[in-house]
């Protein structure tokens, strides 16, 4: 089991829809990631918050929006995907300073169709 | 940025062969860390190696840093069924802090 809580656990939309991906920690980390995971393929790294400002955008494109209200959550807002975007997208979390160990969520498998 | 090659990229085996896993950077490393994601799961922290030379274990886990800090190694005794997913290496990608980048990974089959 993880500690950090990603919801929903699979979720299916059009090209068209708007959703959001949510993500929760409490174990009072500073730094919060979103990554992206295709099927055999290694984690890619999306966006880096840290104490709640974003700190890292790895070019992704303008379709994907990150929020981070507070310390505790992070979003992941999603608007016009295309099919190619379908993946399993995770959310990860550690403590502040360092390289410090990442804490991943269970993810959201995300399909567009 | 850094890069970090992973070998081999499959890996199947008799349940109680060994397991041998390696990453290799072109750069010197600040730190290296070693994750396992089971199939159909999340990554999942096993260890950070930060010293030149350092060899650390976990039961039959033993992870080692090199010399150079420039390759680090994952390996497994006697493997078990339950030791089969996907190990990735991960490392600081620039200056930076927080940009973790995973190897490629080795996907590891064990036959019981």
């Known amino acids: 089991d993880t500690e950090v809580t990603q919801t929903p656990k699979h979720l299916v939309m059009g090209m068209t829809n708007k959703k959001s991906l949510k993500c929760e920690q409490h174990?009072?980390?500073?730094?919060m990631y979103w990554y992206k995971q295709k099927a055999k393929k290694p984690p890619e790294l999306m966006f880096v918050?840290?104490?709640?400002?974003?700190?890292i955008n790895e070019s992704v494109p303008s379709r994907f929006s990150p929020e981070c209200p507070n310390s505790s959550l992070l979003n992941l807002h999603l608007h016009a995907l295309q099919p190619e975007d379908s993946a399993l997208y995770l959310c990860?979390?550690?403590?502040?300073?360092?390289?410090?160990?990442?804490?991943f969520g269970n993810g959201t498998r995300l399909t567009v169709t | 940025g850094q890069q970090v090659m992973q070998i081999p990229q499959y890996q199947h085996v008799q349940e109680g062969e060994d397991f041998t896993t390696y990453c290799n950077s072109s750069?010197?490393?600040?730190?290296i860390q070693w994750y396992k994601q089971r199939p159909g799961g999340h990554p999942v922290f096993l260890i950070q190696?930060?010293?030149?030379?350092e060899v650390k274990k976990q039961k039959r886990l033993t992870f080692q840093f090199g010399e150079a800090k420039k390759n680090s190694s994952l390996h497994i005794t006697a493997t078990q069924t339950t030791d089969v997913g996907t190990y990735f290496c991960?490392?600081?990608?620039?200056?930076?802090?927080?940009?973790?980048?995973f190897g490629r990974g080795t996907q590891l089959t064990v036959w019981p």
């Open positions: 990860a979390s550690s403590p502040p300073g360092g390289t410090s160990p990442l804490h």
């Open positions: 991960g490392i600081d990608r620039g200056s930076t802090l927080g940009r973790l980048y």
């Open positions: 750069t010197t490393l600040s730190n």
């Open positions: 918050y840290s104490y709640e400002k974003l700190s």
């Open positions: 190696l930060v010293k030149s030379g």
């Open positions: 174990m009072g980390h500073r730094a």
